[in-house]
């Protein structure tokens, strides 16, 4: 079955640099890979999404890309705020259906 | 509303009962989902509503799990012989399309902890 790795451990970094956050997963490729932010006690807020297709994909300080041969997504933050600070979700649609797959999300922790 | 809705925001239960989790979704928006997040994980599938009726329920861990949307907008989540197992996140997602392709709206879920 599909399994999804996403850094367990916090990444924790200065006010104004590049958060770049990683999403690995096995098996194939699917049609859509999604991000989500969610904040403590709060549900998962959708970020972005990019097709099998797409290379990468941008949302004012967002990039995300998508390389199907490495069987990964890269989530980029740049220059990074406080405000940042949230566990951050990758999400497979493997079908182009309905059903996500989660991985357990990165906690990013943005410092003044 | 302007957001999808969930209520109670925290249940505590005593195992063995039964409970009922509601999800107002975003009105007009015909595609419901279920998830549950266990703490340090993420969501996990568990049934989708298109309409009235359930397009998918494979992600219902047992028949002690059942959902219903009898009109086609409000979901109820229901639980039986409630177990500590069970203590969870239940959240609920809404979205306009079906394929989730302009991703989920999810609501701030429904703290079940089974005692």
């Known amino acids: 079955s599909q399994k999804i790795e996403q850094n367990s451990e916090a990444l924790n970094i200065q006010e104004g640099k590049t958060a770049t956050l990683t999403c690995n997963y096995t098996n194939y490729s699917p049609a859509y890979l999604q991000w989500y932010r969610q904040d403590p006690g709060r549900g998962p807020v959708f970020l972005l999404l990019?097709?099998?297709?797409?290379k990468e994909k941008r949302k004012e300080r967002l990039k995300v890309t998508f390389d199907t041969t490495l069987k990964q997504s890269l989530f980029h933050i740049t220059a990074s705020q406080p405000a940042d600070s949230a566990t951050y979700l990758c999400?497979?649609?493997?079908?182009?259906?309905?059903?996500?797959?989660f991985g357990s999300g990165t906690r990013l922790l943005v410092r003044p | 509303g302007a957001g999808v809705s969930q209520t109670p925001s925290n249940k505590v239960t005593e195992k063995g009962k039964y409970v009922e989790l509601r999800c107002d979704p975003i009105?007009?928006?015909?595609?419901l989902y279920w998830y549950r997040q266990s703490l340090g994980q993420g969501p996990e599938f568990l049934i989708y509503?298109?309409?009235?009726?359930?397009?998918?329920d494979s992600g219902l861990p047992n028949d002690r799990f059942f959902a219903v949307r009898p009109e086609g907008s409000v979901s109820t989540l229901k639980i039986q012989r409630t177990e500590r197992g069970d203590s969870a996140v239940y959240l609920c997602?809404?979205?306009?399309?079906?394929?989730?392709?302009?991703?989920?709206?999810f609501g701030s879920g429904t703290r079940l902890t089974v005692v």
């Open positions: 509503f298109q309409g009235t009726g359930a397009a998918d």
């Open positions: 999400a497979l649609d493997m079908d182009s259906s309905y059903k996500l797959i």
């Open positions: 009105s007009g928006h015909t595609a």
């Open positions: 990019i097709r099998e297709n797409e």
């Open positions: 997602a809404s979205s306009s399309l079906g394929q989730g392709i302009g991703g989920y709206t």
